[in-house]
């Protein structure tokens, strides 16, 4: 599961990255902001909230299974 979240973030970094890129050329394009320009950045947003609170709940219950092992 670590291993599966570890490539899912990598994924999310890629996915960032490419919207950043298509943002910009959307916006060299058109020469103007528009909706459809902001879709990726959003889209790269929101998948990244998510995948920050899986992070760190999976760290959260880490520590909580290490904590009950050592008491």
Same mark, same amino acid.
């Given at each position: 599961?670590?291993?599966?979240?570890?490539? %899912?973030?990598?994924?999310?970094?890629?996915? &960032?990255?490419?919207?950043? *890129?298509?943002?910009?050329?959307? $916006? =060299?394009?058109?020469?103007?902001?528009?909706?459809?320009?902001?879709?990726? %950045?959003?889209?790269?947003?929101?998948?990244? &909230?998510?995948?920050?609170? *899986?992070?760190?709940?999976?760290? $959260? =219950?880490?520590?909580?299974?290490?904590?009950?092992?050592?008491?």
């Amino acid at each position: 599961m670590k291993r599966f979240l570890f490539y %899912l973030e990598i994924l999310w970094i890629a996915a &960032i990255l490419a919207s950043v *890129i298509v943002f910009a050329w959307n $916006f =060299y394009q058109q020469g103007s902001f528009n909706v459809s320009v902001y879709t990726p %950045l959003i889209t790269g947003g929101l998948s990244g &909230i998510v995948l920050w609170n *899986i992070r760190r709940q999976r760290k $959260f =219950y880490d520590t909580l299974a290490s904590n009950k092992k050592t008491s």
